[in-house]
């Protein structure tokens, strides 16, 4: 991908801010429905595949909060703060009570109850202990250019279709959420980041070529540092590669001894 293609890269916001906008932008739509409150929100005529598109990608953006809230221990003061509305949250989402009936948006999405997602975005902003799962765009047009350098090492490379088509797909919707990263926020384009470079990495057990498994793990470690994972893993990011690969070499030596008895039995 040349530079004149990348995507137009806006920040994107932790989920619970990004949930909330869109709330705001129904309730605030001057629309008679849901069904018209949610496309007017998410700038996707209803019905349309564009509209399925971003709606799924609404959903899983409250996934994100719900999982969030839920990971809180049960005793928690966050926990009993915020797990009361998540039942509300979910019914805006999905358009309850009636998707297409008439309704005062305005009235029926409350401002506290929208209020108390800026309460938990801004508490994960403020928190050592959670990812806030936010980026800039600079952190995320750095991210996208070690996405592309492991599309063109993969590309060129004996790749089973299986893995090449998962690989492909983590770097479609990844590419995706970017280009609606002020929309959809950060957590999304995170993890397709991931499991792309984990993919990538799981390719050790299947490629032969010294220079092409470098090749392989500079990519991915390009990943998980833009990511800003490389921390978290550990302080020597090659040394559990090489241990990696040791360990595909004695799986398979293990196999193929296994099978090499079978056949003398």
């Given at each position: ?24 932008r129904v309730r605030t739509s001057g629309k008679d429905n849901f069904q018209n409150g949610w496309a007017s929100a998410l700038g ?222």
């Amino acid at each position: 991908m040349t530079e004149s293609k990348q995507p137009q890269i806006e920040d994107a916001p932790n989920s619970a801010y990004a949930l909330r906008d869109l709330f705001e932008r129904v309730r605030t739509s001057g629309k008679d429905n849901f069904q018209n409150g949610w496309a007017s929100a998410l700038g996707a005529g209803f019905p349309s595949r564009e509209f399925s598109e971003r709606h799924s990608a609404m959903m899983d953006l409250f996934g994100e909060v719900s999982a969030m809230v839920r990971a809180f221990p049960d005793e928690s003061r966050e926990y009993r703060r915020y797990s009361p509305y998540l039942q509300k949250w979910h019914g805006y989402a999905i358009g309850f009570p009636n998707w297409n009936a008439g309704i005062k948006l305005a009235e029926h999405l409350d401002v506290p109850v929208l209020d108390q997602l800026e309460s938990l975005g801004q508490f994960l902003e403020s928190s050592n202990s959670y990812p806030s799962g936010q980026a800039t765009s600079s952190e995320l047009t750095e991210l996208l250019r070690a996405l592309e350098a492991l599309k063109d090492v993969v590309d060129a490379a004996e790749v089973p279709p299986a893995i090449r088509d998962r690989i492909a797909y983590h770097l479609r919707q990844a590419e995706w959420y970017m280009a609606h990263a002020s929309t959809f926020g950060a957590a999304a384009i995170k993890r397709h980041a991931t499991s792309a470079a984990s993919e990538g990495l799981g390719l050790f057990s299947r490629v032969t070529s010294p220079e092409l498994k470098k090749k392989i793990s500079n990519a991915a470690l390009w990943i998980f540092a833009a990511l800003g994972h490389v921390e978290d893993v550990t302080g020597d990011v090659h040394g559990i590669i090489e241990d990696m690969t040791g360990t595909y070499s004695a799986i398979e030596q293990v196999v193929a001894t296994d099978g090499n008895d079978e056949a003398s039995d």
